[in-house]
């Protein structure tokens, strides 16, 4: 399968930084969404992190490591002014009951109703078994939740699929998919291609993407 | 009131083969690792570990242990495996679960922490939103094909929930920062996670607390675990580990 050199992983976090508006609480999932909290530096969002911490620093190196202070990621990371932190049902209740503005997660796949999968590799052979942690949770509860991911497989084979050969983690519940080659909306009528990888077609896109994609009326090049 | 044990033979005292026990942390967060060695060198045998999330991921040392003495029938966490498939895959952790020879039962982490603060405050289930549209809404996730249940559903306010019952462990390891003899207990940063609401859900709470002060020197409004929801206390060294080599 074709495969398409797009944005280096940073820099599809930068973009989806920009989706971020101020005065807004976002938990960053592992992977890209991590990446996020890079550009979130001098902006006034606060993290919030399951492990049960509002207002999570940058990550610690060094002497600034602490064993009692990590990300639910189990990174090292730093406390800053304002820091809070509190026990997990409360940090669930945040989750869960609505409160936190965006939800930033990966994914394995994504399909065109919204549905995604990121819990359970079948290819792991582990009977039905996988690492939910806190990604229903946080599904469940999102107000606006971003995929974060590359836009096809190690082997090029599409992510963005017409249905989940994965097992679902949650059922429409993803609003955007920011790619290495795109940003794509997820909208009643199906999946809304909205910015593209400067010098890629609408056809390269739609060739290493499953679902028939909906063109946006004002089409871009993904600005940075 | 004085809950203060001498030594962690006093704190593990009743803890038999076949016991549900609690485990608090957060991977390497706030795992009590005094408690769980000696847990390992007492040699109790089929055990239920209820985790939150990984604790035993962040207890790599104890976890060997229990293995190697062949003391685990079965693991409760949201997130029990390698993130690393690789690194997994070489674990005898892993391997025990792909056999089935050990079982691991799966929840949404959120999930878990309702399931244990049910347990604590006398709630015997409730509806909860988490994995609706995923398999945790067909039944209970778990690698023993025969164990798993028919999950009941019913759709609230136009949302699927799941009926979760409340879990309630014999006995819960937690572990604090400072304690005092009656029992209350504060922890430190985010190594506080599982341990609070473990703490309330046992029918025994063990805590291991790196700093025992005298009651009356916990800032009566800053404690954040009450003393009626622990029975045992034992001081313990702060133990420092590497967390980047997790």
New interface residues.
């Given amino acids: 399968m074709k495969k398409f050199e797009g944005l280096p992983r940073e820099i599809i976090a930068l973009r989806v930084s920009q989706e971020i508006e101020d005065n807004s609480y976002v938990n960053l999932g ?1 992977g890209i969404p991590t990446l996020v909290s890079n550009w979130l530096e001098g902006r006034d969002v606060i993290l919030q ?5 509002l207002k999570t620093g940058s990550l610690a190196e060094g002497n600034d ?8 990621s ?1 990174q ?1 990371v730093r ?1 800053v002014q304002g820091t809070v ?5 409360e ?2 209740a945040m ?2 009951g609505g409160h936190v503005d965006v939800t930033v997660m990966g994914a394995f796949q994504v399909n065109q109703s919204g ?1 995604f999968a990121s ?3 079948p290819s ?14 946080l ?3 999102a107000k606006r939740l971003f995929i974060a991911m590359e836009h096809t497989a190690n082997d090029g084979s599409p992510k963005i699929v017409r249905d989940l050969t994965y ?6 519940k993803v609003n955007q998919i920011f790619t290495d080659l795109a940003v794509i909306e997820v909208i009643p009528e199906g999946l809304l291609l909205k910015e593209i990888y400067p010098g890629l077609s609408v056809e390269d896109i739609q060739s290493v993407t499953e679902p028939r994609l909906l063109v946006a009326r004002d089409l871009k090049e993904i600005e940075l | 009131m004085d809950k203060t044990v001498k030594d962690v033979e006093a704190a593990l005292s009743g803890i038999e083969d076949g016991a549900t026990i609690a485990i608090g942390g957060f991977f390497a967060a706030g795992v009590p690792r005094l408690l769980l060695r000696a847990l390992a060198e007492k040699g109790v045998k089929n055990l239920t570990l209820a985790c939150g999330s990984g604790p035993l991921l962040g207890a790599r040392s104890e976890l060997d242990a229990f293995l190697r003495n062949g003391q685990i029938r079965k693991v409760i966490d949201s997130y029990g495996l390698f993130r690393s498939a690789t690194k997994g895959g070489q674990h005898p952790f892993e391997q025990k679960v792909r056999a089935g020879k050990i079982e691991l039962e799966v929840y949404p982490m959120g999930t878990l922490a309702e399931k244990y603060r049910m347990a604590g405050a006398g709630v015997p289930a409730s509806f909860l939103p988490a994995g609706a549209g995923s398999m945790v809404e067909e039944t209970t996730i778990t690698n023993i094909e025969e164990n798993r249940k028919k999950r009941e559903t019913r759709v609230i306010d136009g949302q699927t929930c799941i009926l979760e019952y409340a879990l309630k462990p014999d006995f819960a390891l937690v572990h604090a920062y400072s304690g005092d003899p009656e029992g209350n207990l504060c922890y430190r940063k985010t190594a506080r996670n599982f341990n609070h609401v473990m703490a309330m859900a046992a029918r025994v709470t063990i805590a291991e607390v790196e700093n025992l002060v005298t009651s009356g020197d916990l800032k009566p409004e800053s404690v954040h675990t009450p003393g009626i929801f622990v029975k045992r206390v034992l001081k313990v060294p702060r133990i420092t580990f590497d967390i980047t080599a997790l």
């Fill in positions: 592992i992190s399951e492990i049960g911490m490591i602490d064993q009692d202070l990590i990300n639910a189990c090292p406390e932190y509190f026990d997990i049902c940090s669930f989750i869960r549905d819990w359970l590799n792991r052979g582990l009977s039905g078994v996988g690492n939910i942690g806190g990604s229903m949770d599904a469940a509860g097992p679902a983690t949650a059922k429409k």
